[in-house]
């Protein structure tokens, strides 16, 4: 079956700009998670989807929003983007209580 | 939250070696997985093992919950199976949210 999907792979945007991530998770997967890692920081928590609703954040500022469609599909969103907002972008998929997350290949997202 | 500790930090052997990586977590935990982030950046999960003891190939993994903390064995290492290892724990809180250890940097030597 297919894996997670994460579009686009790399990304270089402007500070000010915005920015959207998407996210498909495996076929019957209905929560979507995603986690930012930096050198710094390490692998941190965004926030988890599931069946449309934001069920859990970490702590990150309101620049950074998600949201989840009727089909699993999630999208990420960081707007007027700051150079410390640059990472790698992962989301992962998960059957509820069952079996663990899988995660997808990423998105780079390079600041300048 | 919870925390989770990883050791060691870094680790350089010969191929052929074995290792053993270390996760140590703070409070009970529902889920509790390995991962191998390759060199493009995807986390590749190597076990899902909330308890007891799993074996792959020349990988195994035991968790004591009880006592907090799991065990990744790597045996024969290979080239292959450098890059840094995961431990990454789900509470009990009912929120489906990953706590990463920081780390275990692998490097393996021909």
């Known amino acids: 079956k297919a894996g997670v999907t994460q579009t686009p792979r790399y990304l270089i945007k402007t500070r000010g700009q915005q920015v959207t991530l998407s996210c498909s998770p495996i076929s019957g997967h209905r929560s979507v998670s995603w986690y930012q890692q930096t050198p710094g920081q390490g692998l941190q928590f965004l926030f988890e989807y599931f069946s449309e609703t934001q069920r859990n954040k970490g702590n990150f500022p309101g620049r950074f929003s998600g949201r989840q469609f009727s089909n699993s599909r999630s999208e990420m969103n960081v707007s007027t983007l700051e150079l410390g907002d640059s990472a790698l972008y992962l989301c992962?998929?998960?059957?509820?209580?069952?079996?663990?997350?899988?995660f997808g290949s990423g998105t780079r997202l390079t600041v300048v | 939250g919870i925390q989770v500790e990883q050791s060691p930090p870094d680790l350089i052997l010969q191929e052929g070696a074995n290792s053993t990586l270390r996760c140590n977590f703070s409070d009970s935990v529902n889920n509790l997985q390995w991962f191998h982030q390759n060199p493009w950046g995807q986390l590749i999960n190597l076990f899902y093992?909330?308890?007891g003891t799993k074996q792959n190939g020349r990988l195994s993994a035991t968790t004591v919950a009880t006592e907090r903390y799991s065990l990744l064995y790597i045996s024969s290492s290979q080239t292959t199976d450098s890059g840094v290892y995961f431990c990454?724990?789900?509470?009990?809180?009912?929120?489906?949210?990953?706590?990463f250890g920081k780390g275990t940097m692998l490097l393996v030597s021909p």
């Open positions: 992962a998929s998960s059957l509820l209580g069952q079996g663990g997350y899988t």
């Open positions: 093992i909330p308890s």
């Open positions: 990454a724990v789900e509470d009990d809180s009912g929120y489906s949210t990953l706590t």
